[in-house]
């Protein structure tokens, strides 16, 4: 069974301030990372995804990944109030599926 | 661009009611995928199709059947409604295991 894990939260940041969210998953065989907003109500929209050890910057996310320890992160550096949403992490792992595995979310509050 | 297209948005049903939620898509992606999401559950994988003509189940596909009815087109039936299946109802799209397209989402209550 593979398996993706977040803290549900809710994690409380001030504006301005650095969010981590973090995820673990079980497949050491995993080989694609991505990285969904969902806002309330709304359906997931991607906001990130890393194929790679190491980091990835676009805009204030970064996305980092390091297979060795299994486990993926994403950083929010001056968090905004809309960012206040759920983060979902999925993991795709190898062997020609195309189904990726999503933890449960991650809620995230940005209070001003 | 619509991207992906779900409907009804909205339904409730009875209990042993059935009902069909259709799903299209406008980017000639070869994959298609049915989630339900449930509060604190995340999103479940219900049915995929990784192509047309190919239909595969998911992590949670009792009392589901699907129809890969074209490469744009994918739909979920539900014969019997349970209580048990009230949740959201998300139709998403993809290319080759890249990023997923998700719909609008249709809200599903069964009484």
């Known amino acids: 069974q593979k398996e993706v894990e977040q803290n549900s939260g809710p994690l409380s940041v001030p504006e301005g301030a650095i969010a981590s969210l973090n995820c673990t998953y079980s497949d050491r065989g995993s080989q694609s990372f991505f990285w969904y907003r969902q806002y309330s109500g709304k359906s997931p929209e991607l906001i990130m995804f890393?194929?790679?050890?190491g980091d990835k910057e676009d805009g204030r996310f970064t996305a980092q990944l390091n297979k060795a320890s299994q486990y993926v992160s994403l950083l929010i550096r001056d968090s905004q109030p809309s960012d206040s949403a759920t983060y979902l992490c999925a993991v795709k792992s190898s062997g020609g599926s195309y189904i990726p595995t999503f933890g449960r979310g991650t809620s995230l509050i940005v209070h001003p | 661009n619509a991207g992906v297209t779900q409907t009804p948005k909205f339904q409730v049903l009875k209990t042993g009611q059935s009902m069909t939620l259709q799903c299209a898509q406008d980017?000639?992606?070869?994959?298609m995928y049915w989630y339900r999401q449930d509060p604190g559950m995340g999103l479940r994988l219900i049915y995929y199709s990784a192509s047309e003509g190919t239909t595969d189940k998911g992590e949670v596909p009792n009392g589901y059947n699907v129809s890969r009815l074209n490469k744009r087109e994918f739909s979920l039936r539900l014969e019997s409604a349970a209580p048990s299946q009230t949740s959201v109802y998300f139709c998403?799209?993809?290319?080759?295991?890249?990023?997923?397209?998700f719909g609008e989402g249709s809200r599903l209550t069964v009484l």
């Open positions: 890393i194929y790679s050890n």
């Open positions: 980017m000639n992606h070869n994959s």
């Open positions: 998403a799209s993809s290319e080759k295991g890249g990023e997923l397209f």
